[in-house]
């Protein structure tokens, strides 16, 4: 399994992201119950989220974003993803 690093910046339009936000968390919540989401959320400032998954690779992180609420309704401005080495910290085995 591959850890994967993915920054949001939000768009202009907060209203309408405000209307998809409960979906997003909602598919969001699902994620993490499937483990597929180890962390995720906004900034302090509400310009972006930070998210971090946990996906078999690459294309299956596509999917899983591609498939985010967020995603479909064009609410994000830029995605900047990364793939993550974890070595210390609570989740390292």
């Known amino acids: 399994m591959a ?3 993915v920054e949001l910046v939000y768009g202009a339009d907060r209203d309408h992201r405000l209307e998809v ?21 906004p900034y302090a400032d509400d310009l972006g989220a930070l998210l971090i998954y946990e996906v078999a690779d690459a294309d299956e992180l596509r999917e899983v974003l591609a498939a985010d609420p967020y995603t479909e309704a064009g609410v994000i401005a830029e995605t900047r993803i990364r793939e993550w080495n974890a070595v210390t910290g609570s989740w390292v085995a």
Not at 24 to 32: A, D, F, I, N, P
Request: hydrophobic share 35%; glycine share 20%; no cysteine.
């Open 3 to 5: 850890k994967f690093v």
């Open 21 to 41: 936000r409960p979906a997003h968390r909602e598919y969001s919540k699902g994620l993490g119950e499937r483990g597929v989401l180890l962390a995720g959320g």
